[in-house]
């Protein structure tokens, strides 16, 4: 199955029109009190809550692209209000309480991302839906009544998750196999790049530059060096998620893992009556290669997962293009979960990269010595999560002592990850056997296969 465009950095872009015009880029040596490196997500939030807490301050983005070029404008469209959900790693250097009240607060920012958008007249295509996750063969069910009762023994409220069984959730979207679900409430659809852009011209609107065409080659104490002029600043933040390895100094840091998506042709209503999906929830699967989904405002799917998870040497792709043979792999999830989109032309197939730290634990912090701060390592939920990052690299940079700088995720400390090849090598046979896990399981495996958890081990997921 080919795909009609296969790149160009994503259908979101397609979708509003094309690739915007880039900004003007640095003009050279500049001053500044902030300097942001990346005006994606991460960036963008934190000169917002910054420049309203302290109009006076002056704050520098900095971007090689253009704002919105990277994850920020590629992704699933999923504001989940989640993080990597390893309470188990947090708790090992902090308490149960915080790590609680972690998960709350990024439960909260699904709340706050839309009241912004209202307040900024931001049209995202914001839809509050259901997050279900479905179980098409006993291992997997194993695995979603397993996350559900982990998820009340840490006192999550049975109104935000809840288990539904196979006729309910055959009845929500009518997948093959279906055997059960698990459903986070509370959370949102969004076109990201609709929601990147607006939040840009936002952050601009509060006079706030955004110099874009400019590569960052060092980050230093004080300085940020770029192709186009120094930046001095007291407080440099490095937002730069999935591209982080590109920066000298930072490449065994955050492994940026490759997702890509798929998109199909417009559905006829006649097919969506057959499908269902009228609650337009976020689909998953709880496969161990799981797959994300959504069904976006005009009526098409997308599809995401892993494909080729990793270029040797953090290497990222060329401005989103995908291998043919991850596009097919994609398209053969679709079918075999939804056998009614077979004969769909896919419009748009697209990928990035998503930020990794060796513990699988996202961070945000500042270094008081350096006054370097940064946030990321978002494991591929970076849509809510950043939102968090603005707001607690806010207080952090003007040494706030407030209850987000005391969340858990806050100035963690991970391992690098190892050299190459042992960094190739440990991922590829991460998903080789997850592969392998999967398939044994959909041939008739009853409960979860070993492989995955030597899987898990070799990298610390």
Request: aromatic letters at 8%.
């Amino acid at each position: 199955m080919d795909a009609k465009v296969n790149g160009n950095v994503s259908f979101w872009y397609a979708d509003i029109g094309g690739l915007p015009a880039y900004r003007a880029p640095l003009p050279g040596d500049l001053e500044a009190d902030v300097c942001i490196v990346g005006a994606g997500y991460t960036g963008l939030w934190t000169a917002y809550y910054l420049k309203q807490a302290d109009p006076s301050i002056h704050i520098a983005i900095v971007e090689r692209e253009f704002a919105g070029f990277g994850a920020s404008g590629r992704n699933g469209g999923w504001l989940s209000g989640g993080f990597s959900w390893s309470r188990e790693k947090y708790l090992q250097t902090s308490t149960r309480g915080a790590v609680i009240d972690m998960e709350t607060a990024m439960h909260g920012t699904v709340d706050e991302v839309i009241a912004v958008t209202e307040a900024e007249g931001i049209d995202a295509d914001i839809r509050r839906v259901d997050n279900l996750t479905v179980a098409t063969n006993p291992p997997q069910l194993e695995r979603i009544k397993a996350a559900y009762a982990d998820a009340i023994g840490w006192g999550v409220p049975q109104e935000r998750v809840s288990l539904i069984g196979q006729a309910e959730a055959k009845a929500r979207i009518d997948i093959r196999n279906v055997l059960g679900g698990y459903i986070h409430h509370g959370t949102a659809r969004v076109q990201p790049a609709k929601l990147v852009r607006g939040l840009s011209e936002a952050v601009e609107r509060l006079g706030v530059p955004i110099y874009e065409q400019t590569t960052v080659t060092t980050i230093e104490k004080g300085k940020v060096t770029t192709d186009r002029g120094t930046v001095r600043a007291a407080v440099i933040i490095r937002a730069t998620e999935g591209f982080t390895a590109g920066i000298p100094g930072n490449e065994r840091l955050w492994l940026p893992l490759n997702s890509a998506q798929i998109i199909t042709e417009p559905l006829p209503q006649s097919l969506w009556d057959e499908i269902g999906w009228q609650g337009h929830e976020l689909l998953g699967d709880a496969a161990h290669a799981y797959c994300y989904a959504q069904r976006t405002r005009e009526g098409r799917i997308t599809m995401g997962g892993r494909g080729v998870p990793y270029r040797y040497g953090s290497q990222t792709d060329v401005r989103g293009q995908t291998q043919q043979a991850t596009i097919e792999s994609l398209h053969a999830i679709l079918t075999r979960l939804l056998p009614q989109t077979k004969g769909l032309r896919i419009d748009h197939a697209w990928c990035g990269v998503l930020g990794v730290p060796r513990d699988w634990c996202t961070t945000a912090g500042l270094d008081l010595e350096t006054g370097i701060g940064w946030a990321g390592g978002y494991v591929g939920l970076g849509v809510s999560s950043s939102n968090l990052s603005g707001r607690t690299l806010r207080d952090l940079i003007l040494r706030r002592d407030t209850e987000l700088t005391r969340l858990p995720w806050v100035n963690r400390q991970v391992s690098k990850w190892e050299p190459e090849p042992m960094r190739w090598l440990g991922v590829h046979s991460m998903y080789q056997l997850y592969r392998v896990a999967d398939e044994r399981e959909e041939a008739g495996l009853r409960h979860t296969s070993k492989l995955a958890a030597i899987a898990d081990r070799i990298t610390g997921h």
